[in-house]
């Protein structure tokens, strides 16, 4: 029989990367006891390892609120919530500041403007110095003094009486059973892809927070919004389970472009030249036969979106946030960084460095959010039926004589759910297809999976947090009936205003997922009375860039 380890703590907090930490820290400041847990290790898991440009607006450095908001507004194609575009650029200086008393050091480098592909951007990112934020960020959370559990799985929470209470999880090296007791959880478990094998540092990340809220009745958005980073033939593949590739995201933008990532001169298959763009410009030219790219040597090699499929755009995807201190829908639960859904930049990420700014800002306001209310809070009185419920399910697929390995499984949704034509060129029959057959996967294969130890027990609980993230893209994106952002229905080629002027809610009720549509304020549409041509900034084959 597993041992059981029982920890009470006020405030935990799930995922250790920006957010994760400063969830913890500024909770700690407040004077509560905080626990803060990864299945991986702290600040070196997830993709803030990987991150280095950081968003910092401050007046004081000539930038002007209202320029950066008007570019946010219409690269995120309005939709993206206006309050939250506000905060996390305000907030954003007094984050760097924090980062910079911790140790952590700053190149200001200005975001370079696109010749011919895109208007002129005002915003600018800051680039941490060789990537040193993640082992500070740790040291921080030590010197506070907060209780670090690294590589625990935690795989649900625990709801009672309509709030939360506790979390459950085991280690990913033995069969030990961990009972979270908590006053407060703060959700920073990153978002997740489908386990890809390409070049970005996902592969540790299934939507595990996402999956956890959405079991438990919370609202979850942003799903149909597509991740466009590209990779090619001759990139260093970051194969599931394996030390993933340190090179900084984005680096590209500005200047330096390090091996395997795009450069030189780009061609169709019809011959003509390409014009690098940050959208799914590589998968359009994908459909046409495949995107010839000769490198510096003249060597053709082949590019395309994907390195990252599962994922959405950061900041779009994840927990819908009732107010700014980024509580759920549910009292106790609070979320930050790619667990929760600001749509800081709407439906296209337009803002280098944005994701990192907005972790530590969301990061700092669910921390805080939660010590506040652990201290108006008693101790919770769990209920044991539930608990034993709860640990038969977790342990259940190592009780199996038989089943499904989730390696099959696993690999079964990839086949499915990463080919461009399902995520990215999206069609109405395509995506009802696929969904048909990742809900025999959800009913049939998931119920028996089955593990011989703790890294495979690891394994099936991702493989059924990937499956249920494939079901909500997939139900968003047929949900969504036109084009947005890095939302491509090739049935639907337009933008649908203002009928679409709206999130997707998806939401667990009686057993199945309802899709929810949320307009957004009236006052933060475009202006109606100009042509769709001059509203927006076109990022579609066949449509010119015109504003």
Known sequence: MPLEKVVETDVLVIGGGMAGCFAAIKAKNKGVKVTLVDKGYVSKSGQTPFAGGFLVFNPEWGHDLDSWMNQINNFGEYINNREWTKTILEDSYSRYKDLISWGVEFLKIEMPQSKSSYPKRVTEALCIKENMHAGILRNQAVKSGIEILDRI???????????????????????????????????????????????????????????????????????????????????????????????????????????????GQLFNSEGKEIIIREDLTPAFEANEGYWPFRDEKGNEIRSVNGAAPGLAIHTAEGILPTNLDCVSSIPGLYAAGDNLATMFVGAFYSVGGGALANASVTGTRAGIAAAKYAIQTEKPKLDENKLIEMKKTLFRPIERKGGFTPKWVTQLLQNLMIPYFIMYIKNGKRLQATLTLVEFIRDHLVPKLTARDSHELRLTHETKNMILNAEMKLRASLFRTESRGTHYREDYPRRADPNWLAWILLKQENGKMKTIKKPIPKEWWPDLTKTYEKRYFSRFPGEKWKR
């Open 153 to 263: 799985m935690i795989t649900d929470l625990i709801e009672q009486d309509r709030k939360i209470v506790g979390a459950i999880g085991f280690p990913t090296d033995n069969l030990d059973f961990y009972l979270f007791k908590t006053k407060a959880i703060c959700l920073c478990a990153g978002s997740g892809g489908f386990k890809p094998h390409g070049a970005w540092p996902i592969a540790n990340l299934t939507s595990d927070g996402h999956a956890m809220a959405y079991r438990v009745g919370v609202e979850i958005t942003g799903k149909e919004f597509e991740d466009y980073h590209g990779h090619s033939s001759n990139s260093r593949l970051q194969l599931p389970g394996s030390k993933s590739p340190q090179i900084p995201p984005r680096i590209g933008l500005w200047g330096e472009v390090p091996p395997g990532h795009m450069k």
